[in-house]
Protein backbone atom coordinates (compact mmCIF):
# COMPACT_ATOMS: atom_id res chain seq x y z
CA UNK A 1 0.00 0.00 0.00
CA UNK A 2 1.00 3.33 -0.83
CA UNK A 3 -0.01 6.92 -0.94
CA UNK A 4 -0.12 10.87 0.01
CA UNK A 5 -1.79 12.22 2.61
CA UNK A 6 -1.88 16.12 1.69
CA UNK A 7 -3.50 17.36 5.00
CA UNK A 8 -4.98 15.72 7.84
CA UNK A 9 -5.99 17.21 11.67
CA UNK A 10 -8.55 15.88 14.50
CA UNK A 11 -9.46 16.97 17.64
CA UNK A 12 -9.41 13.77 20.21
CA UNK A 13 -11.96 13.58 23.11
CA UNK A 14 -9.44 12.91 25.84
CA UNK A 15 -7.11 15.81 24.80
CA UNK A 16 -4.86 15.11 21.85
CA UNK A 17 -4.82 18.27 19.47
CA UNK A 18 -3.08 16.92 15.72
CA UNK A 19 -2.99 20.63 14.05
CA UNK A 20 -1.51 18.42 10.66
CA UNK A 21 -0.45 15.38 9.04
CA UNK A 22 1.12 15.40 5.57
CA UNK A 23 3.62 12.45 4.21
CA UNK A 24 4.11 10.49 1.39
CA UNK A 25 4.10 6.71 2.35
CA UNK A 26 4.67 3.43 1.10
CA UNK A 27 4.72 -0.37 3.06
CA UNK A 28 5.13 -2.81 0.50
CA UNK A 29 7.07 -6.40 0.42
CA UNK A 30 10.81 -5.13 0.23
CA UNK A 31 10.68 -1.68 1.90
CA UNK A 32 8.47 1.11 3.64
CA UNK A 33 8.47 4.85 3.79
CA UNK A 34 7.48 8.17 4.94
CA UNK A 35 8.64 11.17 3.15
CA UNK A 36 8.42 14.81 3.99
CA UNK A 37 6.62 13.81 7.06
CA UNK A 38 5.36 16.52 9.07
CA UNK A 39 3.36 16.45 12.09
CA UNK A 40 2.23 19.28 13.88
CA UNK A 41 0.65 19.25 17.63
CA UNK A 42 0.70 21.80 20.30
CA UNK A 43 3.68 19.61 21.63
CA UNK A 44 5.56 17.86 18.67
CA UNK A 45 6.69 19.27 15.62
CA UNK A 46 8.34 17.49 12.97
CA UNK A 47 8.64 18.72 9.63
CA UNK A 48 9.94 17.61 6.22
CA UNK A 49 11.57 14.27 7.58
CA UNK A 50 12.29 11.17 6.18
CA UNK A 51 12.10 7.68 7.32
CA UNK A 52 12.79 4.66 4.88
CA UNK A 53 13.06 0.17 5.94
CA UNK A 54 14.50 -1.81 3.10
CA UNK A 55 14.23 -6.09 3.63
CA UNK A 56 14.13 -8.86 1.81
CA UNK A 57 10.83 -9.64 2.67
CA UNK A 58 8.41 -8.85 5.92
CA UNK A 59 8.83 -12.24 7.39
CA UNK A 60 12.61 -11.34 7.49
CA UNK A 61 11.96 -8.57 9.86
CA UNK A 62 11.83 -10.64 12.82
CA UNK A 63 13.50 -13.68 11.28
CA UNK A 64 17.07 -11.96 9.91
CA UNK A 65 16.43 -7.93 11.74
CA UNK A 66 20.24 -7.80 11.42
CA UNK A 67 19.28 -7.31 7.04
CA UNK A 68 16.98 -4.73 7.69
CA UNK A 69 18.20 -1.82 5.89
CA UNK A 70 17.40 1.83 7.35
CA UNK A 71 17.95 5.62 6.69
CA UNK A 72 16.62 7.96 8.88
CA UNK A 73 17.04 12.02 8.80
CA UNK A 74 15.54 14.39 10.85
CA UNK A 75 16.40 17.89 11.40
CA UNK A 76 15.61 19.77 14.62
CA UNK A 77 12.38 17.93 15.68
CA UNK A 78 10.42 17.99 19.17
CA UNK A 79 8.35 15.36 20.13
CA UNK A 80 5.97 15.90 23.21
CA UNK A 81 5.86 13.53 25.98
CA UNK A 82 2.26 14.86 26.73
CA UNK A 83 1.78 13.34 22.88
CA UNK A 84 2.93 10.04 23.70
CA UNK A 85 0.88 9.56 26.80
CA UNK A 86 -2.39 10.57 25.42
CA UNK A 87 -2.01 7.98 22.76
CA UNK A 88 -0.23 4.93 24.98
CA UNK A 89 -1.59 6.20 28.78
CA UNK A 90 -0.26 3.07 29.81
CA UNK A 91 3.63 4.20 29.15
CA UNK A 92 2.48 6.79 32.22
CA UNK A 93 4.28 4.67 34.86
CA UNK A 94 7.25 3.65 32.86
CA UNK A 95 10.80 5.47 32.50
CA UNK A 96 11.55 8.45 31.33
CA UNK A 97 7.66 9.23 31.14
CA UNK A 98 6.98 8.75 34.51
CA UNK A 99 9.01 11.44 35.81
CA UNK A 100 9.10 13.80 32.93
CA UNK A 101 5.47 13.20 31.87
CA UNK A 102 5.58 17.42 30.33
CA UNK A 103 9.06 16.85 28.37
CA UNK A 104 9.74 18.41 24.58
CA UNK A 105 12.48 15.98 23.55
CA UNK A 106 14.43 17.66 21.08
CA UNK A 107 16.64 15.57 18.77
CA UNK A 108 18.82 15.74 15.24
CA UNK A 109 19.89 12.05 14.02
CA UNK A 110 20.90 11.29 10.45
CA UNK A 111 21.37 7.39 10.78
CA UNK A 112 21.54 4.77 7.73
CA UNK A 113 23.02 1.22 6.56
CA UNK A 114 21.90 -2.21 8.19
CA UNK A 115 20.98 -2.81 11.03
CA UNK A 116 24.02 -4.85 11.43
CA UNK A 117 26.10 -1.94 10.51
CA UNK A 118 24.52 1.50 11.29
CA UNK A 119 26.32 4.60 10.30
CA UNK A 120 25.65 7.88 12.59
CA UNK A 121 26.53 10.61 11.15
CA UNK A 122 24.52 12.72 13.42
CA UNK A 123 22.80 11.66 16.86
CA UNK A 124 21.64 14.87 19.06
CA UNK A 125 18.67 15.12 21.86
CA UNK A 126 17.56 16.87 24.57
CA UNK A 127 14.64 17.91 26.51
CA UNK A 128 14.70 14.95 29.21
CA UNK A 129 15.19 17.27 32.30
CA UNK A 130 18.68 18.92 31.79
CA UNK A 131 19.86 16.04 29.77
CA UNK A 132 22.25 16.41 26.52
CA UNK A 133 23.49 14.00 24.39
CA UNK A 134 25.63 15.00 21.05
CA UNK A 135 27.62 11.82 19.20
CA UNK A 136 28.47 10.52 15.55
CA UNK A 137 29.42 7.28 14.97
CA UNK A 138 28.73 3.35 13.92
CA UNK A 139 27.72 0.29 15.54
CA UNK A 140 28.22 -3.16 14.27
CA UNK A 141 26.62 -6.18 15.09
CA UNK A 142 23.39 -5.55 15.82
CA UNK A 143 21.19 -6.70 17.01
CA UNK A 144 23.52 -9.42 19.01
CA UNK A 145 24.69 -6.70 22.02
CA UNK A 146 27.41 -9.32 22.99
CA UNK A 147 29.12 -9.05 19.42
CA UNK A 148 28.04 -5.52 18.55
CA UNK A 149 31.43 -3.52 17.99
CA UNK A 150 30.46 0.57 18.92
CA UNK A 151 32.91 3.02 17.42
CA UNK A 152 31.42 6.96 18.99
CA UNK A 153 33.01 9.92 19.22
CA UNK A 154 31.25 12.02 21.91
CA UNK A 155 30.86 14.98 21.56
CA UNK A 156 28.73 16.17 24.64
CA UNK A 157 27.04 13.93 27.50
CA UNK A 158 25.98 16.41 29.81
CA UNK A 159 23.37 15.77 32.55
CA UNK A 160 22.54 15.84 36.45
CA UNK A 161 22.39 14.16 39.76
CA UNK A 162 18.55 14.04 39.83
CA UNK A 163 18.09 13.24 35.77
CA UNK A 164 20.22 10.09 36.54
CA UNK A 165 18.77 8.78 39.46
CA UNK A 166 14.87 8.99 37.46
CA UNK A 167 16.25 7.60 34.05
CA UNK A 168 18.33 4.58 35.60
CA UNK A 169 16.69 1.48 37.37
CA UNK A 170 16.84 1.55 41.09
CA UNK A 171 19.55 0.18 42.60
CA UNK A 172 22.34 0.43 39.64
CA UNK A 173 24.16 2.74 42.38
CA UNK A 174 25.27 1.86 45.36
CA UNK A 175 23.77 3.84 48.20
CA UNK A 176 27.49 4.99 49.43
CA UNK A 177 28.01 6.84 46.21
CA UNK A 178 25.98 10.53 45.35
CA UNK A 179 26.82 11.49 41.85
CA UNK A 180 27.91 14.95 41.36
CA UNK A 181 24.82 17.71 41.23
CA UNK A 182 25.87 18.61 37.30
CA UNK A 183 28.48 16.70 35.06
CA UNK A 184 29.49 17.41 31.48
CA UNK A 185 31.48 14.99 29.25
CA UNK A 186 33.26 14.25 25.90
CA UNK A 187 35.68 11.49 24.27
CA UNK A 188 35.45 8.66 22.09
CA UNK A 189 34.69 4.59 22.86
CA UNK A 190 35.55 2.13 20.71
CA UNK A 191 35.53 -1.63 20.98
CA UNK A 192 33.26 -3.88 22.58
CA UNK A 193 30.95 -4.45 25.27
CA UNK A 194 33.53 -6.75 26.86
CA UNK A 195 36.65 -5.54 25.21
CA UNK A 196 37.63 -1.88 24.82
CA UNK A 197 39.28 1.44 24.04
CA UNK A 198 37.67 4.79 25.85
CA UNK A 199 39.07 8.31 26.65
CA UNK A 200 36.84 10.79 28.13
CA UNK A 201 37.16 13.88 29.66
CA UNK A 202 35.06 14.62 32.41
CA UNK A 203 33.86 18.05 34.19
CA UNK A 204 31.95 17.99 36.91
CA UNK A 205 30.33 20.14 39.90
CA UNK A 206 33.02 17.58 42.01
CA UNK A 207 36.05 18.82 39.63
CA UNK A 208 37.43 17.59 37.12
CA UNK A 209 38.83 14.50 35.70
CA UNK A 210 40.57 12.74 32.43
CA UNK A 211 40.13 9.00 31.50
CA UNK A 212 42.02 7.33 29.37
CA UNK A 213 41.71 3.48 28.95
CA UNK A 214 41.73 0.05 27.56
CA UNK A 215 40.33 -3.20 29.31
CA UNK A 216 39.66 -6.49 27.74
CA UNK A 217 37.22 -8.67 30.35
CA UNK A 218 36.72 -11.29 28.00
CA UNK A 219 38.71 -13.59 29.76
CA UNK A 220 38.02 -14.33 33.22
CA UNK A 221 41.17 -14.37 35.39
CA UNK A 222 42.84 -13.07 32.41
CA UNK A 223 41.84 -9.54 32.35
CA UNK A 224 44.15 -7.46 30.82
CA UNK A 225 44.15 -3.46 31.17
CA UNK A 226 45.46 -0.20 30.81
CA UNK A 227 44.08 2.61 32.67
CA UNK A 228 45.18 6.59 33.27
CA UNK A 229 43.58 8.19 35.11
CA UNK A 230 43.79 12.30 35.88
CA UNK A 231 41.74 13.91 38.35
CA UNK A 232 42.11 17.91 39.27
CA UNK A 233 40.39 18.90 42.60
CA UNK A 234 37.98 16.02 42.41
CA UNK A 235 35.78 15.84 45.65
CA UNK A 236 35.90 12.08 46.09
CA UNK A 237 34.59 12.49 49.54
CA UNK A 238 31.49 13.90 48.84
CA UNK A 239 31.27 10.81 45.55
CA UNK A 240 32.09 8.39 48.52
CA UNK A 241 30.32 9.69 51.16
CA UNK A 242 33.25 10.40 53.30
CA UNK A 243 33.46 13.63 55.48
CA UNK A 244 36.91 13.22 56.01
CA UNK A 245 38.16 13.57 52.55
CA UNK A 246 37.83 15.74 50.22
CA UNK A 247 39.11 17.07 46.80
CA UNK A 248 42.46 15.06 45.22
CA UNK A 249 44.31 16.40 42.14
CA UNK A 250 46.68 13.20 41.18
CA UNK A 251 47.71 11.31 38.26
CA UNK A 252 47.71 7.26 38.19
CA UNK A 253 48.78 4.41 35.50
CA UNK A 254 47.44 1.11 36.08
CA UNK A 255 48.46 -1.70 33.75
CA UNK A 256 48.42 -5.17 33.60
CA UNK A 257 47.09 -8.65 33.46
CA UNK A 258 44.79 -10.28 35.80
CA UNK A 259 42.37 -8.59 39.11
CA UNK A 260 43.19 -11.88 41.25
CA UNK A 261 46.03 -11.24 42.95
CA UNK A 262 47.54 -14.77 42.54
CA UNK A 263 47.50 -14.03 39.07
CA UNK A 264 48.03 -10.46 38.49
CA UNK A 265 50.81 -9.16 36.08
CA UNK A 266 50.46 -5.29 37.26
CA UNK A 267 51.87 -2.11 37.64
CA UNK A 268 50.72 1.12 39.24
CA UNK A 269 52.32 4.18 39.19
CA UNK A 270 50.42 7.23 41.24
CA UNK A 271 51.42 10.81 42.01
CA UNK A 272 49.04 12.39 44.48
CA UNK A 273 49.82 16.07 43.67
CA UNK A 274 47.29 17.14 46.55
CA UNK A 275 44.58 15.47 48.29
CA UNK A 276 42.19 17.28 51.83
CA UNK A 277 41.75 14.71 54.19
CA UNK A 278 40.37 15.90 57.64
CA UNK A 279 40.74 19.62 56.69
CA UNK A 280 44.51 19.36 56.16
CA UNK A 281 45.82 19.29 52.29
CA UNK A 282 48.42 17.09 52.04
CA UNK A 283 51.04 17.36 48.93
CA UNK A 284 53.55 15.55 46.65
CA UNK A 285 53.49 11.94 47.24
CA UNK A 286 54.08 9.21 45.18
CA UNK A 287 53.08 5.56 45.09
CA UNK A 288 54.83 2.52 42.69
CA UNK A 289 54.27 -0.93 42.76
CA UNK A 290 54.77 -3.97 40.79
CA UNK A 291 52.96 -8.09 41.05
CA UNK A 292 53.98 -10.97 39.62
CA UNK A 293 51.67 -13.88 40.26
CA UNK A 294 51.49 -12.86 43.87
CA UNK A 295 54.82 -11.25 44.46
CA UNK A 296 54.64 -7.49 45.25
CA UNK A 297 57.20 -4.63 45.39
CA UNK A 298 55.74 -1.19 46.74
CA UNK A 299 57.65 2.14 47.06
CA UNK A 300 56.05 5.32 48.35
CA UNK A 301 57.66 8.58 49.19
CA UNK A 302 56.17 11.90 50.70
CA UNK A 303 57.81 14.98 51.15
CA UNK A 304 54.97 17.13 52.57
CA UNK A 305 56.46 19.61 54.80
CA UNK A 306 54.38 18.20 57.79
CA UNK A 307 55.00 14.64 56.43
CA UNK A 308 57.92 12.91 55.03
CA UNK A 309 59.19 9.59 54.77
CA UNK A 310 59.93 6.55 52.70
CA UNK A 311 58.26 3.21 51.96
CA UNK A 312 59.55 0.28 50.99
CA UNK A 313 57.54 -2.97 50.80
CA UNK A 314 57.51 -6.73 49.55
CA UNK A 315 55.87 -9.63 50.29
CA UNK A 316 53.98 -12.88 48.34
CA UNK A 317 50.34 -13.01 48.14
CA UNK A 318 50.54 -16.17 45.72
CA UNK A 319 51.50 -18.62 48.63
CA UNK A 320 48.32 -20.01 50.94
CA UNK A 321 49.29 -17.63 54.08
CA UNK A 322 50.79 -14.22 52.55
CA UNK A 323 54.17 -12.98 53.81
CA UNK A 324 55.32 -9.64 53.63
CA UNK A 325 58.32 -7.11 54.48
CA UNK A 326 58.27 -3.79 55.13
CA UNK A 327 60.81 -0.60 55.87
CA UNK A 328 59.18 2.45 56.95
CA UNK A 329 61.86 5.61 57.39
CA UNK A 330 59.76 8.71 58.80
CA UNK A 331 61.58 11.29 58.63
CA UNK A 332 58.81 13.91 60.08
CA UNK A 333 55.40 13.65 60.97
CA UNK A 334 53.69 16.26 62.75
CA UNK A 335 50.86 15.10 64.17
CA UNK A 336 49.01 18.83 64.59
CA UNK A 337 49.91 20.33 61.49
CA UNK A 338 48.13 17.23 60.18
CA UNK A 339 45.23 18.10 62.19
CA UNK A 340 45.31 14.08 64.53
CA UNK A 341 46.49 15.49 67.24
CA UNK A 342 45.41 18.36 69.49
CA UNK A 343 48.68 19.57 70.64
CA UNK A 344 52.35 20.16 69.61
CA UNK A 345 53.54 16.42 68.87
CA UNK A 346 55.84 15.66 65.89
CA UNK A 347 57.47 11.97 65.26
CA UNK A 348 60.46 10.69 63.50
CA UNK A 349 62.18 7.46 63.05
CA UNK A 350 62.24 4.07 61.43
CA UNK A 351 59.79 1.03 61.72
CA UNK A 352 60.71 -2.66 60.07
CA UNK A 353 58.61 -5.49 59.55
CA UNK A 354 59.20 -8.95 58.54
CA UNK A 355 56.21 -11.61 58.47
CA UNK A 356 56.49 -14.70 57.14
CA UNK A 357 53.05 -15.42 57.80
CA UNK A 358 50.81 -12.24 57.68
CA UNK A 359 47.46 -14.19 58.93
CA UNK A 360 45.82 -13.85 61.55
CA UNK A 361 44.88 -17.07 62.00
CA UNK A 362 49.00 -18.27 61.47
CA UNK A 363 50.93 -15.01 62.37
CA UNK A 364 54.72 -14.90 62.42
CA UNK A 365 57.51 -12.15 62.54
CA UNK A 366 58.70 -9.60 63.72
CA UNK A 367 57.86 -5.57 63.61
CA UNK A 368 60.42 -3.19 65.17
CA UNK A 369 60.64 0.45 65.82
CA UNK A 370 63.75 2.33 66.19
CA UNK A 371 65.92 6.02 66.46
CA UNK A 372 62.21 7.11 67.18
CA UNK A 373 61.88 11.14 68.43
CA UNK A 374 59.07 12.67 69.52
CA UNK A 375 59.17 16.43 69.96
CA UNK A 376 56.38 18.68 71.75
CA UNK A 377 56.35 22.11 71.59
CA UNK A 378 59.16 22.93 74.10
CA UNK A 379 60.76 19.32 74.67
CA UNK A 380 62.17 16.32 72.67
CA UNK A 381 61.95 13.08 73.89
CA UNK A 382 64.53 9.55 72.08
CA UNK A 383 62.43 6.60 72.84
CA UNK A 384 64.02 3.34 73.26
CA UNK A 385 63.44 0.51 70.88
CA UNK A 386 60.21 -0.87 70.28
CA UNK A 387 59.57 -4.85 69.52
CA UNK A 388 56.89 -6.99 68.91
CA UNK A 389 57.73 -10.58 67.95
CA UNK A 390 54.96 -13.55 67.09
CA UNK A 391 54.91 -16.87 66.48
CA UNK A 392 52.21 -19.42 65.61
CA UNK A 393 52.40 -23.10 65.47
CA UNK A 394 49.90 -25.98 65.75
CA UNK A 395 51.15 -26.20 69.60
CA UNK A 396 51.79 -23.12 70.57
CA UNK A 397 50.82 -19.29 69.67
CA UNK A 398 52.47 -16.24 71.62
CA UNK A 399 52.86 -12.26 71.11
CA UNK A 400 55.64 -10.62 72.68
CA UNK A 401 55.81 -6.89 73.01
CA UNK A 402 58.70 -5.06 74.40
CA UNK A 403 58.68 -1.07 74.53
CA UNK A 404 59.86 1.87 76.88
CA UNK A 405 56.19 2.24 77.65
CA UNK A 406 54.87 -1.15 78.34
CA UNK A 407 55.90 -5.01 78.34
CA UNK A 408 53.04 -7.85 77.26
CA UNK A 409 52.87 -11.13 76.82
CA UNK A 410 49.82 -13.79 75.12
CA UNK A 411 50.85 -16.88 75.32
CA UNK A 412 48.77 -20.04 74.62
CA UNK A 413 46.62 -21.77 71.90
CA UNK A 414 44.41 -19.42 70.10
CA UNK A 415 43.40 -18.02 66.72
CA UNK A 416 43.50 -14.27 66.38
CA UNK A 417 41.02 -13.90 63.46
CA UNK A 418 38.26 -15.86 65.89
CA UNK A 419 39.07 -15.00 69.75
CA UNK A 420 37.15 -11.95 69.71
CA UNK A 421 34.02 -14.09 68.80
CA UNK A 422 35.02 -16.66 70.91
CA UNK A 423 35.05 -14.22 74.06
CA UNK A 424 31.90 -12.28 73.27
CA UNK A 425 30.41 -15.51 73.49
CA UNK A 426 31.57 -16.70 76.69
CA UNK A 427 31.12 -13.80 78.20
CA UNK A 428 27.19 -13.59 76.88
CA UNK A 429 26.67 -16.76 79.20
CA UNK A 430 27.18 -14.52 82.14
CA UNK A 431 25.56 -11.60 81.10
CA UNK A 432 22.22 -13.26 79.29
CA UNK A 433 23.26 -11.43 76.16
CA UNK A 434 22.31 -12.84 72.90
CA UNK A 435 25.27 -11.23 70.90
CA UNK A 436 27.35 -13.60 70.70
CA UNK A 437 27.77 -15.99 67.77
CA UNK A 438 27.13 -19.35 68.48
CA UNK A 439 28.62 -21.28 66.06
CA UNK A 440 31.14 -24.06 67.50
CA UNK A 441 34.30 -23.18 67.37
CA UNK A 442 38.09 -24.74 68.23
CA UNK A 443 38.79 -24.42 71.56
CA UNK A 444 40.92 -21.54 72.58
CA UNK A 445 43.02 -20.62 75.68
CA UNK A 446 45.59 -17.94 76.72
CA UNK A 447 47.70 -16.37 79.57
CA UNK A 448 48.72 -12.68 79.52
CA UNK A 449 50.67 -10.58 81.44
CA UNK A 450 50.52 -6.34 80.24
CA UNK A 451 52.47 -3.84 82.53
CA UNK A 452 52.95 0.13 81.86
CA UNK A 453 55.78 1.58 82.85
CA UNK A 454 55.84 4.74 84.55
CA UNK A 455 56.76 7.31 81.55
CA UNK A 456 57.56 11.16 81.69
CA UNK A 457 56.55 11.23 78.00
CA UNK A 458 53.28 9.72 78.33
CA UNK A 459 51.81 12.21 80.42
CA UNK A 460 53.53 14.49 78.28
CA UNK A 461 51.58 13.36 75.60
CA UNK A 462 48.24 12.69 76.98
CA UNK A 463 47.42 15.92 78.35
CA UNK A 464 44.76 14.68 80.80
CA UNK A 465 47.37 12.48 82.63
CA UNK A 466 48.49 14.57 85.58
CA UNK A 467 50.16 11.16 87.70
CA UNK A 468 50.72 7.62 87.13
CA UNK A 469 52.85 4.80 88.68
CA UNK A 470 53.58 1.51 86.84
CA UNK A 471 50.00 -0.71 85.90
CA UNK A 472 50.00 -4.02 86.12
CA UNK A 473 47.64 -6.27 84.59
CA UNK A 474 47.32 -10.33 83.93
CA UNK A 475 44.91 -13.15 83.71
CA UNK A 476 43.83 -16.23 81.50
CA UNK A 477 41.00 -17.35 79.34
CA UNK A 478 39.56 -20.51 78.29
CA UNK A 479 37.45 -20.69 75.77
CA UNK A 480 36.70 -24.48 76.73
CA UNK A 481 34.72 -23.97 80.03
CA UNK A 482 34.40 -20.31 79.79
CA UNK A 483 36.41 -19.03 82.49
CA UNK A 484 37.58 -16.00 82.48
CA UNK A 485 40.41 -14.49 85.23
CA UNK A 486 41.50 -10.57 85.00
CA UNK A 487 43.79 -9.21 87.61
CA UNK A 488 44.69 -5.28 87.20
CA UNK A 489 46.82 -3.36 89.86
CA UNK A 490 46.97 0.53 89.46
CA UNK A 491 48.90 2.19 92.36
CA UNK A 492 48.34 5.65 92.05
CA UNK A 493 46.87 7.24 88.90
CA UNK A 494 45.07 10.97 88.12
CA UNK A 495 43.11 11.66 84.62
CA UNK A 496 41.03 14.19 84.01
CA UNK A 497 40.93 14.86 87.69
CA UNK A 498 40.04 11.51 88.62
CA UNK A 499 42.06 9.99 91.02
CA UNK A 500 42.79 6.23 92.11
CA UNK A 501 45.15 5.36 94.86
CA UNK A 502 46.24 1.81 95.62
CA UNK A 503 43.47 0.36 93.55
CA UNK A 504 42.96 -3.17 92.74
CA UNK A 505 40.71 -4.68 90.15
CA UNK A 506 39.52 -8.31 89.40
CA UNK A 507 37.41 -10.40 87.39
CA UNK A 508 36.86 -14.15 87.82
CA UNK A 509 33.77 -17.01 86.77
CA UNK A 510 32.64 -19.28 89.21
CA UNK A 511 29.15 -21.07 89.56
CA UNK A 512 27.71 -19.96 86.37
CA UNK A 513 28.46 -16.40 87.56
CA UNK A 514 31.10 -13.24 86.10
CA UNK A 515 32.01 -12.25 89.59
CA UNK A 516 33.93 -8.28 89.67
CA UNK A 517 36.04 -7.04 92.69
CA UNK A 518 37.13 -3.37 92.86
CA UNK A 519 39.56 -2.06 96.00
CA UNK A 520 40.51 1.63 95.66
Not at 477 to 492: L, M, R, T
Amino acid sequence: SSGIITSFNFLEKNGFILNNLSTQFEYAEQNAFLKNLNIITPQTHLKNENIALKYTSIASLTKNPENIQLQANFSNSSIGFKDILLLVPDLASTSPFDQYKNSIVNFTANVNGKLSNLQIKTFKISGIGATKIDLKGSILGLPNVDQTYIDLIISTIESTSKDIANLIPKGSIPNTITLPEHFIANGNFKGYITNFETKLNLKSSYGNAIVDASLNLSKPNHEAYNIITSLDQFNIGKLIQNKDLGTVSLNTTIKGNSFDPKKADAKIEMEILSANYNQYNYNSIILNGTIKEGNFNVFSKATDPNLTFNLNTSGDFGRETPKAKLNLKIDLIDLNKLNLYANALKLKGDINADFDTLDLENLNGNLSVTNFLVALELEQFPIDTLTLRAVSSAEKDSIILKSQFANATINGNYNLATISNALTNSLSKYLNSNSGNKTPSEPQHLTFEINIKEEEIIKKIVPDLKEMSAISISGNYNSANDSIVVNASVPNLNYAGNQITAGNFSITTKNEALIYNLNV
